[in-house]
């Protein structure tokens, strides 16, 4: 029995997925070139229009089957290919160099594709350089076709998870009939077009894994693609606990259950909400009953497309998901860039540019975000979120800044909500000890665990060397939550809590006993969260926060915690 | 032959979702139609039906093209050419 191996990528698509993995391969496209003779070129002309012709139809059915799905969006990737194939830059170039040559299709195709990659390669611009990607996909199929007869797909059993250097948009269109459960690949980002694809599909997916050589083909993994890792050959032990959190899936969880609202065994109402990072998350949000969105990261719509994004368009996307939500609240957290995705190419470093300080510093980004809000506020409920405060001084330049937006938005004569409530995220020690004094100045908090809990331990969870030291469990942040709660009580705001832990069962009772009423979780969390809630019992919950609160390891504390709501 | 100079008025230039719908536009009209800009001192040209070529342009927010088409109905093509290009 191998041993279980967790390997870490980048999330690109959330969910879990449990599967034998199936290595795809890159066609290495080796071609060769043969000479043939000048009478013979009409033949071969004929051989490469009837690949085109395939991959045409191939295309044209893959459309009419997105456009038919509930991803219609998608369908205009499908649409730059059908153009590719009708382009007389690369059909007609390809019909010369066969007949000016003498020499086989693919030899030709190679050749005029050749050329072609490198023009995009010397463009400056990132996005269009990107397209290149449209172009290898199209030759992919086009030589495929003419080397084989039946079709490339091959019959997937149930539960594959795709692996491979990359794996293209169309791959997965054709492989959509179910059949794969999830996919891992080495290159790759939240950005591109198969992340894209993988989340409007509702496909698990980790990239931007650096060594792809220790998974087989027929290996057991986990994909978490939530937490951007990725587990191989994982212990009977993970594997219990990933299939136990999987049977309550949003897609499993009975519609009665997703109408009712959470409430606990003695009676008293939770509000859950659900976090998300993509606009396109906001309908499974709807269908899984979501009674809110507790945490809307809008840095990844921003940057989609990998550079500053028009404020008509975000307006719309926002608009949009307040519209699916309606009426029930969204929050938005403004940009939050340098903490994961950002630094992981080295780009950001981690703290200099995190969450509110990276908006003062690009100030043109932020107002640009906080127009598109405002525009987008009459749509539904909305309310503001401003992540990694760490300094009232701070603050109060944020609220400046958004109060200059609305001054500007009103002599305009643009309509917007003026009541739209701003709320801090506690994430950082500073700002989970000066609540009370940032209470005056905002309408609500978020209560950010992942981070809180990193700087008030002093562990980076990404350094594998002090990643065991991270504990909810930790006397000092059930002291710091105590606190928070407290202090907020006293001034009146509503909390809700969104990190990681409110949805592990152990650490969301612990909330609950220290008095949070308001929680928020991953999409996936929330069926399983929901469930959790109803078993609990908040009065009992109170005396054991009393009873933890005297404790003094983490060790104790999570163990006397999981006997109890066990 | 007609000529018209239009400025890129979509945000992220000619990207690929633009670039498609020019090849549409052209495509409903005889005429032959060009695209082309002048970069560095150096002409690049792009067939407004090659979605290829019109990609290779990288024609951003702001830059100023040549829409340039001959042919029967060429004063419609450029006309409806240039309103798309303005965004």
Redesign the interface.
Known sequence: MREERIIRGVMASGGVAIGRAIRSFDPLLISYNFHISQTATEKEVARFRASVEKSRRQLERMQSELRESSIPESS?LV??HL??LQ????VDRIIETIEEESVNAEWAIQQVSSE?YE??DR???D??RE?RG??EDIVRRMLHNLSSKSSSVPRLTHDAILVGKTISPSTLFELRAGRVAGLVTETGSPLSHTAIVARSLGLPAVMGIHDLSCISSGDLLIVNGTRGQVICNPAPSTLREYRQGMKEQPRSLRRSAATVPATTEDGIRISLGANINFSEEARAAVSNGTEFIGLYRTEFDFFK?G?K??EE?LTAQYAQVLRTIGPSTVTFRTIDVGSDWKSRDGTGSSLASRGLRFSLEHQDLFKLQLRALFKASRKGRMQILLPFVSTIDDLDAALEIIAGVKRDLGRQKISYDREVPIGVMIETPAAAQTCDLMASRVEFFCLGTNDLIQYYLVIDRADQSVAHLYSPFHPAILRCLHQVYTLLQYSGRPVTVCGEMAADPAAAAVLLGLGFTSLSVSLTAYPRMKETISSLNVGKLRELAGEIMKMDSPKHVEDRVRSTIA | MTEREVVVGHRLGIHARAAARVVQLSSQYESSIFLSRTDHGKKVEADARSILSILLLAAAHGSALTVRADGADEKAAIDCICEYLKG
């Open positions: 205009f649409d730059a153009l590719i382009d007389k830059l690369f072609l023009a995009y463009l400056q611009d996005y269009l397209r449209d172009l497309e550079q994004p028009a368009e």
